[in-house]
C-alpha cells in the first residue's frame, strides 16, 4: 500500500505533535505512532519544563548552567538558541491550553539538581502527561493530520536507494503491526522524532518504545552521529520488584529530598558541593559507589520531613504510586537506583533541525542538536524538543514543493515466516544485559571491547534474520537497538577521557579541550 503525504513525522511525542500541530494549518500531515498517539517518552517525563520566566532569573544563567552540566561540550549557538525561545515556546502550550500549576505568585516555579534558580515549569508532576493529553485531542481532531497508530517505521527511503543522483530523504517504510502490511509512505520532508535509546540497557526509566529506531534508520541512510556515549542514568529511579521503570522526579531532590544509606546516613555532601542538587552524571556515579562499596542493592531518598500536604500537592502521582506499592513517602524513605534514562547525543542536526539527508529533520531525543554538550541538564529536553521542532517547521515551510518520483513498493516476496521467535528475544535480552554490565555509569575499555566484540556477532546474526525473515515489530526493534549499541561503543571507546556522563577509569582526567565525538557511515570513523 502506497500513501503520499506533504510532510511524514515519525514518532508522536512532544516534538513530532508540536511540529504535526503547526505544519497542519497549510501541509498534509502523517503521523506515525509504535503505539497509540499518547504513548510516548514525552508523556513518561515528570519534572517539567526549564525556562526564564522569573524576573529573579535571567537567559545568561540558564546558559551558564547548561554548559557546566554539559562539561562545556553544549554547542554556544545552538545553546543560546533554546533558551532564548525558552518563554515563546512556554506561551505556546500555554495558548494550546497545558493546565500549568499555578501558585500565589502566578505560574509555580521549582528547581531541580544544576539548576541555579527556580525556572522549571510544571503540571504537578505529571508534566510531560498533561502536554501530551493536551496535544493529543488537539492533533487527533485535526483535519489534515492523518495519524498511524500501531506502526513502525522500518527504513527511510532516499535517492541512493533508489538509484537517483540525489542523495534526497522522500519518505520511508513502515509495518503496520497488527495487519503485518508494510506501507510506503512517500514525503516531500520527514521529520525524525522517534525519541531515544534507553531500552539498549536492562534498568532504564524509559517506555518500551524507546529503542533507538530514528536513531539507527537515519545512520543506516548516511547521516552523521554524534556523542553517543553520553548516556544519562536518572539517579533515582524507584527500587521495588513490583514497580517497572518508575521515575522518581529530580523535583523531590529540588524541593529537599535527601539521599541516604539504609541507616540513615547522608552521603551526597562527601562527593560534591552541590550534594544533592548536583547534576545528575555527579549524582548517578555517588550513589552507584556507595552501593558498589557497601554491596547495597539500592540506596533511599527521603524527603519525610515534609508536611503530608506539601507533597500530595505538588507529588500526587509519585505518592499515589508509593502507596500502591506499600511505601508512604510522608514517613518512609523510597528506595531508588540509577536507570538509563536520556541519550544525549544522536543524529547531527543544525539550527533548523536539518541532518546531512536533504529533506529529512531531527528533532527531540533522536537528535543532537549541541544543546546538551556532555551531559543533559534537568527538564531542557522538553524545552529541546518544542525549540527544534519548530524550527524544522519554519525550514519545511519555507521550502520549494517537491516532486516526488515513483516509490516502490516493499518486496516480501523472498522472505519467510520466522521459525523461530525465541532468536529474537534472546537476542534481546543478552544486548541489554551485556550493555548494563560493560557500557554503564562507569567504563573500562576492556569492558567496551568485550561489549563490542559481542555486538559484532549479534549485528550479523539479526542481520542474517533480517535478510531471510518477514519483518516484524520486535524483529524492527531488535534490528535498531544492536545498531544503537554499536554506535554508543564507538563513541564511548574514541572519547580517551572523563567528561560528563561518560566515565572511565582508565582515563579519568578530563582534556583541556571539550571535542564531540563524530560518527560517519561512509568511512565508519569517528572525525
Not at 500549568?100 to 515549569?121: K, M, N
Not at 535480552?429 to 554503564?440: H, I, S
Amino acid at each position: 500500500m502506497a500513501l503520499r503525504f506533504d510532510v511524514l513525522i515519525i514518532g508522536s511525542g512532544l516534538a513530532g505533535q508540536s511540529a504535526a500541530l503547526r505544519l497542519a494549518q497549510t501541509r498534509k500531515v502523517a503521523l506515525i505512532s509504535k503505539r497509540t498517539l499518547e504513548d510516548s517518552a514525552s508523556s513518561w517525563a515528570q519534572g517539567g519544563i526549564a525556562a526564564v520566566l522569573d524576573s529573579q532569573d535571567s537567559i545568561e544563567a540558564h546558559i551558564r548552567d547548561t554548559l557546566i552540566a554539559g562539561a562545556n561540550l553544549n554547542d554556544a549557538k545552538a545553546t543560546r538558541f533554546v533558551i532564548e525561545n525558552g518563554r515563546h515556546a512556554i506561551d505556546w502550550l500555554i495558548e494550546q491550553g497545558v493546565p500549568f500549576t499555578r501558585d500565589d505568585a502566578g505560574y509555580h516555579l521549582t528547581r531541580e539538581g544544576g539548576h541555579s534558580a527556580r525556572r522549571v515549569i510544571h503540571v504537578a508532576d505529571a508534566t510531560g502527561q498533561a502536554v501530551q493529553d493536551t496535544l493529543s485531542r488537539k492533533v487527533r481532531r485535526h483535519p489534515n493530520i492523518t495519524i498511524l497508530e500501531r506502526h513502525i517505521a522500518i527504513d527511510l527511503i532516499t535517492g541512493v536507494k533508489l538509484g537517483l543522483a540525489d542523495q534526497r530523504c522522500y519518505g520511508a517504510y513502515a509495518l503496520d503491526s497488527d495487519s503485518g502490511e508494510v506501507l510506503t509512505i512517500g514525503a516531500s520532508h520527514t521529520l525524525i522524532a522517534t525519541g531515544g535509546a534507553g531500552k539498549v540497557y536492562l534498568y532504564t526509566t524509559n517506555p518500551d518504545t524507546s529503542t533507538g529506531d530514528g536513531i539507527a534508520m537515519a545512520w543506516r541512510a548516511g547521516c552523521q552521529v554524534a556523542n553517543m556515549e553520553f548516556i544519562q542514568f536518572h539517579p533515582t529511579c524507584l527500587y521495588h520488584p513490583q514497580a517497572k521503570s518508575f521515575l522518581i522526579s529530580e523535583a523531590v531532590r529540588g524541593e529537599g529530598g535527601i539521599l541516604c544509606l539504609p541507616d540513615g546516613t547522608r552521603f551526597m555532601p562527601d562527593h560534591d558541593e552541590r550534594a544533592e542538587l548536583a547534576p545528575r552524571d555527579v549524582v548517578a556515579r555517588a550513589i552507584d559507589f556507595e552501593m558498589k562499596k557497601r554491596g547495597l542493592d539500592c540506596v533511599y531518598l527521603d524527603i519525610s520531613h515534609k508536611p503530608a500536604d506539601f507533597l500530595a500537592e505538588h507529588f500526587p502521582n509519585i505518592l499515589a504510586r508509593c502507596l500502591e506499592l506499600g511505601i508512604d513517602i510522608t514517613r518512609q524513605p523510597i528506595p531508588v537506583v540509577p536507570a538509563a534514562h536520556y541519550t544525549c547525543g544522536g543524529i547531527v542536526t543544525d539550527l533548523r533541525a536539518r541532518t546531512d539527508i536533504p529533506g529529512l529533520y531531527a528533532a527531540g531525543e533522536a537528535s543532537c542538536t549541541g544543546l546538551h554538550g556532555a551531559n543533559r541538564l534537568a527538564s531542557n529536553s522538553l524545552l529541546e524538543c518544542l525549540v527544534f521542532a519548530e524550527a524544522a517547521v519554519k525550514d519545511i515551510l519555507a521550502q520549494a514543493e517537491v516532486v516526488l518520483p515513483a516509490l516502490p513498493e516493499w518486496d516480501a516476496s523472498r522472505v519467510t515466516d520466522p521459525d523461530e521467535e525465541i532468536v529474537i528475544s534472546h537476542n534481546w535480552d543478552e544486548l541489554r544485559r551485556f550493555m548494563w554490565d560493560y557500557v554503564g555509569i562507569v567504563r573500562t575499555t576492556k569492558r567496551l571491547q568485550r561489549a563490542q566484540h559481542r555486538i559484532r556477532l549479534l549485528i550479523r546474526e539479526i542481520e542474517e534474520f533480517y535478510s531471510h525473515f518477514r519483518v516484524s515489530h520486535d524483529l524492527i526493534e531488535l534490528r535498531n537497538l544492536v545498531v544503537t549499541a554499536d554506535l554508543i561503543v564507538r563513541c564511548a571507546l574514541q572519547r580517551r577521557e572523563s567528561r560528563g556522563l561518560h566515565f572511565s577509569r582508565d582515563y579519568p582526567e578530563m582534556l583541556p579541550k571539550a571535542r564531540n565525538t563524530r560518527l560517519r557511515r561512509s568511512s565508519r570513523r569517528l572525525r
